[in-house]
């Protein structure tokens, strides 16, 4: 399989000498490049509720490594002791961020890896080694069986163990790598020639493995000479959009300008958008898709000024046992990140506030889904179950990928040489 690009800007970086995974500080960006390393999985669901990482694909595959760490943790007594710890991590990393539906999935996908041991740990007689099967029921891994009477297979076992659930964590992240340049691919076909586009919070390769959701979409249609600008809300309270996506889109040179979120409607009545692209943390099976905080107004706004609504996800972000968006949890984070901006206070002490983290915005106001398995259209209840359940498609993802025909320069900011460098482990927690 050729490998997709891997962009020179990473919002992670699994290190295995020793086991660290690398978070890049994206509250301290643009104007520092500090990373975080974690080294327990408490760090790294502690990295991902204090948005040290964010964007769901990304918090996916950090959660998956976040089960990697805790695999190595100590030298456990047996395998049901480490699958035991590993139950415990899988729940404490779960409820890092609620909304993020990639997050429940990546790490469902990893405990896929464990759970058939728990149904094989007490000897059976006869065979030597236990024979597990990993979640394609293809590959199989010989762990030396247990003593009689006992469930220990020792650390031959473990370090079975952990090897298979680091190499699923990295499938995890190359497939999202993958489907980030296929989703760029599908989306660019819906972009006309000299468009003027718009986008909300950060998408790009900050929140993704890859070139990323919608960031990708305007990354590939910019390298096809589509894109004349693009407009960049400010993507209040958090700033992901003046913070990140400039911060990208100057690096790529990609023309664009930065609004506050309240200027959208104005620029939708005075320019001439030909498209809004923004990304998912979860879509339900009819299509609701909760997002950053203000993209279900941006939905409204465009519906009135006709302009088409674009949603940029990968197939991991829809839920099809979520029926619509009225069943997804909204994360309420801490007000003092409403009435503060980096810690500098902007109303009157004491003001109560409301942060609710996403909005869901209503199937109807979407014009089209674009995954990395094509574009869904209405009625989003058949196909997004289509999609979802087109496994020849899933197939050819793993096994025909070919090259992006444009080359990921990614973003020529400073940056540490990750292949030597000494990551010293920083305290996670809220930035003073």
């Not at 040179?253 to 620029?267: C, G, K, N, Q, Y």
């Not at 206070?345 to 398995?373: C, N, Q, Y």
Request: charged share 25%.
């Amino acid at each position: 399989m050729i490998k997709s690009p891997v962009p020179k800007t990473r919002s992670f970086l699994w290190k295995t000498r020793p086991a660290a995974l690398l978070l890049l500080d994206q509250r301290r960006l643009p104007q520092e490049t500090q990373w975080v390393t974690c080294r327990s999985w408490e760090q790294v669901a502690l990295g991902i509720r204090d948005m040290v990482v964010r964007g769901a694909p990304a918090i996916g595959c950090v959660a998956a490594y976040g089960l990697v760490l805790a695999a190595q943790a100590r030298k456990f007594r047996s395998l049901g002791e480490q699958t035991r710890y590993l139950e415990k991590a899988f729940n404490g990393l779960l409820k890092a961020r609620p909304t993020a539906v990639n997050l429940k999935w990546a790490l469902e996908r990893m405990r896929n890896v464990w759970s058939p041991l728990t149904n094989v740990l007490s000897p059976k007689g006869g065979e030597e080694f236990l024979a597990t099967p990993l979640r394609d029921n293809r590959n199989f891994y010989r762990i030396p069986r247990p003593p009689q009477g006992g469930e220990d297979v020792g650390e031959g076992g473990q370090a079975v163990l952990q090897q298979t659930l680091e190499r699923e964590a990295k499938r995890i992240e190359e497939e999202d790598r993958d489907a980030n340049r296929r989703m760029g691919e599908f989306g660019a076909e819906l972009i006309e020639a000299g468009a003027t586009v718009l986008t909300h919070c950060n998408t790009g390769s900050l929140a993704t493995a890859g070139l990323g959701t919608a960031f990708g979409v305007i990354w590939t249609a910019a390298r096809a000479g589509k894109i004349r600008k693009v407009f960049v809300t400010e993507t209040r309270p958090y700033m992901q959009g003046a913070r990140l996506t400039a911060w990208e889109l100057k690096n790529e040179r990609i023309p664009f300008e930065l609004i506050t979120d309240s200027m959208a409607a104005h620029m939708m009545k005075t320019e001439k958008i030909n498209a809004i692209l923004v990304g998912a943390d979860r879509i339900a099976a009819n299509g609701d898709t909760a997002n950053k905080i203000g993209t279900y107004s941006l939905a409204v706004l465009a519906a009135h000024h006709h302009v088409p609504f674009y949603v940029v996800a990968p197939i991991s972000t829809v839920d099809l046992a979520t029926s619509s968006g009225g069943d997804i949890p909204i994360e309420e984070r801490s007000m003092d990140e409403v009435t503060s901006i980096q810690g500098k206070r902007m109303a009157p002490k004491g003001s109560k506030a409301r942060h609710p983290a996403f909005d869901v915005t209503p199937a109807p106001l979407i014009s089209a889904i674009v995954t990395e398995r094509g574009v869904a259209e209405r009625p989003f209840v058949t196909s997004l179950h289509r999609l979802v359940n087109d496994r020849s498609k899933a197939q050819a993802r793993q096994t025909s990928c070919e090259a992006s025909p444009a080359v990921w320069r990614g973003p020529r900011a400073e940056h540490v040489d990750l292949s030597t460098a000494d990551f010293p482990a920083l305290t996670l927690g809220p930035r003073p």
